[in-house]
């Protein structure tokens, strides 16, 4: 058995089935990232994992311990499994030493003195110690909600999507100083999010959950190179259907453009990306309109161009 196991959750609502024979073993200090989008049972998932919600069937273990469910036992939840929300949760009237040694107030003085010294160096809060939440921006709001649940050191952190109200640059940001965080303290970590690029941030290793079911885990090039379904090949980039044939995909980045030669198409629209436009073109035979990257920034609107592609480069998906 691994450190953290999940054998065959179950759980239904009136409405709907959650979670389907969910499954999971995980190495201590793996930091794993699940993707699915709202409604796949990300969250419900977090909440049985961290006994905080009755399943319907299934074991969690930790390190050999069944993890009980709030039937099971008195006080929901454990020291050594932290869940953390977007909601921050601090004491607005604490400083941010204050809330980090909050969940110590009960250890030896010396400890917890240490360890919020060494939180407070591990997540860069050395600064802000003597600031109040109102002070800080929602980043560092969210990296002392991070600091505090790690306190009493849990031998496992489950983040529910805990950076949706950032913007973009400050998530980002955040995520790469988590990263560090976290192997720095062999802490064992898994991430729920719907945002792809959030989750490759934090770590190589995925899960991709659909409607409660997982429907496909490995590294970030395992997933895009070989891709079991549609749905997961659009979450790395749009897929073009090739005229003619039975569930065959090529991706943007795949399509080779040129000035004669292939398959003739006329540039419908075009985008300017960072690193390339980004063209829609329609197909003259079929009447396809495809998503193409150019490179070269060559192509305008109204230009025809000729498409191809490198056979091994296609994807044969399932629905």
Not at 114 to 135: C, I, S
Request: proline share 4%; net charge neutral.
């Amino acid at each position: 058995m691994s450190f953290f196991s999940v054998q065959k959750i179950r759980k239904s609502y009136p409405d709907q089935t959650a979670l389907h024979d969910f499954s999971l073993e995980i190495q201590k200090g793996s930091l794993l990232s699940i993707v699915g989008e709202s409604g796949s049972g990300k969250s419900t998932l977090l909440r049985i994992l961290a006994g905080l919600e009755k399943q319907d069937s299934g074991t969690v273990y930790l390190n050999g311990e069944k993890i009980l469910n709030p039937s099971e036992k008195l006080v929901a939840g454990y020291d050594e499994i932290k869940l953390i929300h977007q909601d921050y949760h601090l004491y607005p009237n604490s400083t941010v030493e204050e809330n980090i040694a909050r969940p110590l107030l009960l250890y030896d003085k010396k400890y917890a003195q240490e360890r919020v010294k060494t939180l407070l160096k591990q997540f860069r809060l050395n600064k802000l110690a003597d600031r109040f939440p109102r002070q800080l921006s929602g980043g560092q709001q969210q990296k002392v909600a991070i600091a505090a649940a790690l306190a009493i050191e849990p031998e496992v952190l489950l983040l529910d999507e805990p950076f949706s109200s950032l913007d973009t640059i400050q998530t980002h940001q955040l995520i790469g100083e988590l990263a560090d965080s976290f192997k720095e303290a062999q802490t064992t970590v898994i991430f729920v999010t719907h945002d792809l690029d959030d989750a490759l941030r934090l770590t190589d290793d995925l899960l991709i959950l659909q409607k409660g079911k997982i429907v496909q885990q490995g590294s970030s090039q395992e997933l895009c190179e070989q891709p079991k379904s549609r749905y997961i090949a659009r979450l790395f980039s749009p897929i073009n259907a090739i005229p003619d044939t039975d569930n065959c995909f090529i991706r943007p980045t795949d399509v080779k453009l040129r000035t004669k030669g292939g398959l003739l198409a006329h540039v419908v629209d075009s985008r300017y990306l960072i690193h390339f436009n980004s063209l829609q073109i329609r197909l003259k035979e079929s009447g396809l309109i495809w998503e193409v990257d150019d490179p070269q920034r060559r192509f305008q609107i109204g230009d025809r161009v000729y498409v191809s592609w490198d056979k091994e480069k296609e994807l044969h998906l399932a629905r």
